[in-house]
Each structure stands twice: as C-alpha cells, then as structure tokens.
C-alpha cells in the first residue's frame, strides 16, 4: 500500500490508471472498524485500484468539541488499510483540502432535508463538499458508503444525479458487534455502562420492524424500546424508494445514529 498526503502526490500515483481500470475509492474519517474493513473489502472484490480517503474533515462539524473528540489513530489505520487491501491510503492535510480562501460549497437540499439535515445544521454541506472534492481528486468509478450512514447515502446519490457525475455508488451493509450495536468510529466513547444503554436502539428497531411487519406503528413500538435512552429522532423515510426507520440518540456525550429497511427480509 502506498501512501499519499497530498493531492498532487495522490494524482500522480493514480495516473497510470486513468485508462481502463476500475478506481474503487472508499471515503473515510479513520478510526477503522469493521465497518471500514466491509467496505474496502467490497471494494477490493470489484475494483483496482481501490483508494481510501483518510481526512477528518471539519466541515461537517457544527460542534468544535465534537471534532477535537473524534477518535484518530493513524498508525492502527495504515495497518488495517494495508490488511484489508488498500491500494493507496490518501491522508491530506486540512490546510490542502481546504486551503485559505476556499468559498465554494455544495449545498444538497431534497435528501439532505429533515433528520439529520434538522438536528445538525451544515453537516451535509460540509459532506457533499468534501465528497465532490474527493471524487474530483480521485476520480473515481465506483465509490463505497455505509448503509449507516443511510440519508448521507442518499445526499450523496442526489448529488451524483443532480450533477451528472460519472460515478457508481455502492452502498454496504451495517456491521453489528454481537450485540447488535452498529459499529461506529463513535463506540469507543461509550464508557460500559453507556454502551449497555446504547443497546436500546438497535433493540428498538427491531421492535419497530417487527410492529411494521404487523402493520402496527413501528415508531410508537421503537420509541417504547428506548428505555433509557433519549432520541433526537425515531422516524420513517424513504431512502432511494425504502422504507427505512432510523434513530438517532444521545447515550451520555456521545450521538449514535442507526437505521433498518423496513423491506428487509
Ligand atoms: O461517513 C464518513 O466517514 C464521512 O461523512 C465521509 C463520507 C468520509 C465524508 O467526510
């Protein structure tokens, strides 16, 4: 695996594959956990080259101290990166990505409307910049998200659409821990007794699955499952054409966010 901190650097290590190849990028904020490894893995499995971005970007964070808590540890990504069959790790710097003077910002309304769009203002502007900027850089044919992060899944769609990008996006399954919390970058802010409580909401959208397959209300059954736990939302969308019931909550600091397909077999 190579390593790019640049996107000079990276753009010359991509040129020899400008024709015929299938450049698969995985966009990242590190921290890698097996939702990480799902998708380069996926990406491997279709694409060469496969490029992750590894930038904490700080425009998608409307709260400072939610950024400086954001977990980082390069070293322990490079090796999982490397283990999990990343070409080329992209790892620039902020002041290259988003250098003095930068003004131009990618404001996605339709799917990045409600939800999160309500509970954290900016955030998918700060998204779809950084992604239009790293699909831009990377060129990419094929790009790879977490159904997790499944309105960010759809902001991103929306852009592609509206802007006739060239570009495929492929979307993996959430990876649970035996316990059925999402793997999140998140989780490790959760002290014990946390994540115990953090358990209610992959608990609760199992209640609301099994209430919509019953053709009862599966927001009032999740919402029931939450004991202990105070949500910002638990709704129903459609994301691209799914119903989809999603739930973000507060356990102590830290704000989990998690979904199921209510079509889910
Ligand atoms: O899902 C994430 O980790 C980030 O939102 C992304 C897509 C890498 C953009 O910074």
Redesign the pocket.
């Known amino acids: 695996m190579k390593a790019a901190r640049t996107i000079g650097e990276l753009r010359r290590l991509l040129q020899p594959f400008r024709t015929g190849s299938t450049i698969g990028l995985v966009?990242?904020?590190g921290a890698f956990h097996g939702g990480h490894i799902a998708l380069f893995r996926a990406a491997r499995a279709t694409c060469d080259p496969v490029v992750a971005?590894l930038?904490?970007?700080p425009t998608?964070f409307g709260d400072p101290a939610d950024l400086a808590a954001y977990p980082r540890d390069e070293p322990r990504d490079v090796r999982i990166a490397e283990e999990s069959g990343v070409d080329y790790l992209f790892a620039p710097s902020i002041d290259d990505m988003f250098p003095r003077g930068h003004a131009t910002w990618i404001d996605v309304e339709g799917a990045a409307l409600g939800l999160e769009g309500d509970f954290r203002p900016g955030h998918f502007r700060?998204?779809a910049t950084?992604?239009l900027k790293?699909f831009t850089i990377v060129r990419p044919q094929v790009a790879f998200?977490?159904q997790k992060?499944v309105q960010?899944v759809a902001v991103?769609r929306q852009m592609v659409r509206d802007l006739n990008l060239e570009l495929d996006i492929r979307v993996v399954p959430t990876v649970r821990d035996q316990d059925g919390l999402a793997l999140s970058?998140r989780n490790v802010r959760l002290s014990a007794a946390e994540r115990e409580r953090a358990l209610a909401i992959p608990r609760a959208l199992g209640a609301g699955r099994a209430a919509y397959r019953l053709g009862r209300d599966a927001v009032a059954a999740a919402r029931a499952a939450l004991a202990g736990v105070e949500p910002d939302y638990v709704a129903i969308a459609d994301f691209d054409g799914r119903p989809t019931l999603a739930i973000a909550a507060r356990v102590g600091g830290t704000r989990l966010i998690d979904n199921i397909p209510l079509d889910e077999r």
């Open positions: 966009p990242t904020m971005s930038f904490v970007n998608q700060g998204v950084v992604c790293l998200f977490g992060d960010q991103i970058s």
